[in-house]
């Protein structure tokens, strides 16, 4: 219980310096011996960033362990006094910390934030990365990503061709060798577009580039992976936070390949199918599709999953393998295993797969993977523990070998309260209309008393939240949250976001209906990213890094 009135607690914040203090002095003349000339606390860059190298957007923060949270995850639980204060306090900070790094990425600068303990332990360190960042960024001439999309009207969701696709994965991996799997159709295409302020179609008039998305490609991989059905990035964004680097991406639906554009600075291939049908050859798929170490696919779950099997049977459609748009595409990444080889599958789908069909879709699935030369291990994980939302999913890596013993990380742990994740303050739009929540009301009565079909509760925000799904736009009968002297009303875009573990910094579409559908269909991103470290921990291991 906070035990301080409001001037008392605004009296002692203002005794905390927030500026200039001890750890700041003590890099500042680090950096002055050095011969690094910067400015302090400078107003017109956004966060005011406690060193700022203008000249090459370089901004740096010395933050202190607990008014940045720094393990705050484990850390908040040990505040004993005043908790629930400091707890909103430290929780406000992080996200401000995420929005000035999002801004700041965007505008095109480099982004180092430094904990106060590193910083007097590890001083040699912290000035050699800033020297580094600043000298790197003095001897090369940066073109800005946005600069190029805005120069080529690069807009996924207005054009039909792999176009885009080709250009941006050059651009993109045009210094680590599988650059000649895209350069010629890059080439033509920058030969066509090419704005009339550049005489001579040439890439080196763009390169290098400074990736100023949220997520830019990282500097000094350890291995490569592809994103089949990407959706809109959860498996590129854990993937990346583990050493990895993209080098092949597809997704089909238009809207979401506009959203992996502007976080990604890459437009995704389209249907996988172009790549895999059986009027390509395998030499013809080994060269359009480059080598990795890793194949990450969420396949389409709605052949699978329970709702899906309902509908489908209820409408005398296909189910499963036997759904010719989605089921068999499981069939299509094994064709690009069966070429390319790859050490590490990592799949994901939903619950159900497991018991499809009593059990024999599951079963063809392993039996396929293992004649490929792979172990199978598999999981179904629940993400409650990592976000607030109750999502089981089943999860499969399978390593190119005998004998990995690869183990899931645990999931054990409290389930994520709903209530740390949700917005303070909602516009009314989000409530829904008398006529809307009556009708919920009323069905919900009547299956109630048949026994059948979806009955609406209001959600409890103490607990985790029941599974988003892609229709949660229709009417948000999954998750809708109670609100005082009001009908209920729908999540956010943001707090959908949330409800899948997205960082702070992930752009949304600007279209809500996109943004429910788009993170219905994905994957929880801290699930991702706890199995992809124990992926690559495997892979350090056995030598499969490079």
């Known amino acids: 219980m906070d035990v301080l009135n409001k001037e008392q607690r605004s009296k002692n914040m203002r005794a905390i310096k927030s500026s200039k203090t001890k750890i700041e002095d003590l890099l500042a003349r680090a950096l002055w011996s050095k011969g690094l000339r910067y400015r302090r606390n400078d107003k017109s860059v956004c966060g005011k960033p406690d060193f700022v190298f203008k000249g090459v957007k370089v901004a740096v923060f010395c933050d202190s362990e607990f008014f940045h949270g720094k393990d705050w995850d484990i850390e ?98 045009n210094e680590n060798g599988v650059s000649h799997c895209f350069r010629e159709p890059a080439t033509e295409y920058l030969t066509k577009k090419k704005p009339s302020k550049v005489k001579e179609p040439t890439f080196q008039h763009y390169l290098p580039i400074n990736w100023d998305v949220p997520f830019p490609p990282v500097d000094n991989p350890r291995f490569k992976f592809i994103d089949l059905f990407a959706g809109i990035g959860g498996f590129r964004i854990s993937l990346q936070n583990a050493g990895g680097k993209c080098v092949f991406s597809s997704e089909i639906d238009k809207a979401a390949k506009k959203t992996y554009e502007m976080n990604f600075g890459e437009v995704p291939f389209g249907d996988i199918k172009e790549f895999t049908s059986s009027e390509i050859s395998d030499e013809e798929l080994d060269k359009l599709i480059p080598n990795h170490d890793v194949l990450a696919a969420g396949f389409p779950c709605q052949p699978f999953s329970l709702a899906g099997v309902s509908a489908r049977n209820f409408l005398g459609k296909e189910h499963g393998f036997n759904d010719d748009n989605q089921g068999n595409l499981f069939f299509d990444i094994l064709r690009i295993v069966q070429v390319k080889k790859p050490n590490v599958l990592f799949l994901e789908n939903v619950k159900n797969l497991k018991s499809h069909d009593k059990g024999k879709t599951f079963a063809t699935i392993e039996k396929l993977i293992r004649a490929e030369g792979y172990d199978f291990y598999h999981a179904v994980i629940n993400s409650q523990t990592e976000v607030p939302q109750r999502r089981e999913r089943t999860y499969m890596v399978c390593f190119r070998g005998d004998d990995f013993n690869f183990m899931f990380p645990n999931f054990d742990g409290e389930p994520k309260k709903l209530k740390d994740f949700l917005e303070p303050n909602v516009g009314d739009e989000y409530t829904i209309s008398d006529k809307l929540w009556e009708g919920h009301q009323r069905r919900s009565k009547r299956n109630s008393e048949r026994g059948t079909g979806f009955t609406v509760k209001l959600a409890d925000i103490e607990k985790p939240s029941n599974t988003i799904v892609a229709r949660y736009y229709k009417d948000g009968k999954e998750c809708l949250i109670p609100q005082n002297g009001k009908n209920p009303r729908k999540l956010t875009a943001r707090e959908c976001a949330r409800l899948q573990g997205y960082p702070e910094s992930f752009l949304l579409p600007k279209s809500n209906t996109a943004a429910y559908k788009q993170f219905g269909n994905s994957v929880s991103v801290p699930v991702i990213q706890k199995i992809s470290n124990a992926i690559v921990n495997k892979m350090d291991e056995n030598g499969l890094l490079g």
């Open 76 to 173: 908040k639980y040990r505040v004993k006094t005043n908790s629930e204060f400091w707890i909103k306090k430290i929780n406000s900070n992080i996200k401000r910390d995420r929005h000035v790094e999002s801004i700041l990425t965007t505008q095109g600068w480099k982004v180092l934030r430094f904990w106060g303990g590193d910083i007097k332990k590890k001083l040699d360190f912290c000035v050699l990365k800033i020297q580094t960042e600043v000298e790197k960024r003095k001897n090369k001439k940066y073109m800005q990503y946005t600069e190029i999309r805005d120069s080529f009207q690069i807009t996924p969701d207005k054009v039909k061709d792999n176009a885009l696709a080709y250009f941006t994965h050059y651009l993109q991996n």
